[in-house]
T-cell receptor, first 115, second 114 residues
């Protein structure tokens, strides 16, 4: 069965420090992979996606993620965190289609940014 | 281009009542999905509609239902509300049901059941 694991429930980083949020997935074929961000009281905003091709994908707000098939991982990175990045981050895996066309989300990582 | 619009944003109901939530997708998007978000269960898929037909359904009881209209707007209904139905209900739209079409989410409807 498809699944997504985000091992870090809560992370605190200092403003200006680098960030890496971990995501591991379980899927029988090459998946569609996504990172979404959710600010308090808001819906989900897409940061970036991976479908195929270059395994390093760039997203909005200076985020990037790297798809590593051998490790079944899709970690999110940012070289320098800003206070406005404080939010909850969700990794998701999607199916190609057919009857199971939906997103499976991880449990999320709550990011706090210290001044 | 306007985003996904969900109404109402907040509502309070009591156990046993029913509730209807509305979702207007991005113009031109014909696929609408619904997700439930709770602190305990996280984000869970409810159902997806495309061209007024339910294409996929998550593992929720029959009290949860939905429909889609010819203009692609969608509604979801929860009958006989239980305390555990308190959640943020998120609607998302995309151009079509293919997995390659990215979901765009609305701000959600926050339901509190007392």
């Amino acid at each position: 069965a498809q699944s997504v694991t985000q091992p870090d429930i809560h992370i605190t980083v200092s403003e200006g420090a680098s960030l890496e949020l971990r995501c591991n997935y379980s899927y029988g074929a090459t998946p569609y992979l996504f990172w979404y961000v959710q600010s308090p009281g808001q819906g989900l905003q897409l940061l970036l996606k991976y479908f195929s091709g270059d395994t390093l994908v760039q997203g909005i707000k200076g985020f990037e993620a790297e798809f590593k098939r051998s490790q079944s991982s899709f970690n999110l990175r940012k070289p320098s965190v800003h206070w406005s990045d404080a939010a909850e981050y969700f990794c998701a895996v999607g199916s190609y289609g057919g009857a199971t066309n939906k997103l499976i989300f991880g449990t999320g990582t709550l990011l706090a940014v210290q001044p | 281009k306007a985003g996904v619009t969900q109404t109402p944003r907040y509502l309070i109901k009591t156990r046993g009542q029913q509730v209807t939530l509305s979702c207007s997708p991005i113009s031109g998007h014909r696929s609408v999905s619904w997700y439930q978000q709770t602190p305990g269960q996280g984000l869970q898929f409810l159902f997806e509609y495309f061209s007024e037909t339910q294409r996929n359904k998550g593992n929720f009881p029959g009290r949860f239902s939905g429909r889609q209209f010819s203009n692609s707007r969608s509604e979801m209904n929860v009958s006989t509300l239980e305390l555990g139905d308190s959640a943020l209900y998120l609607c998302a739209s995309r151009a079509g049901p293919s997995g390659a079409n990215v979901l765009t989410f609305g701000a959600g409807s926050r339901l509190t059941v007392l």
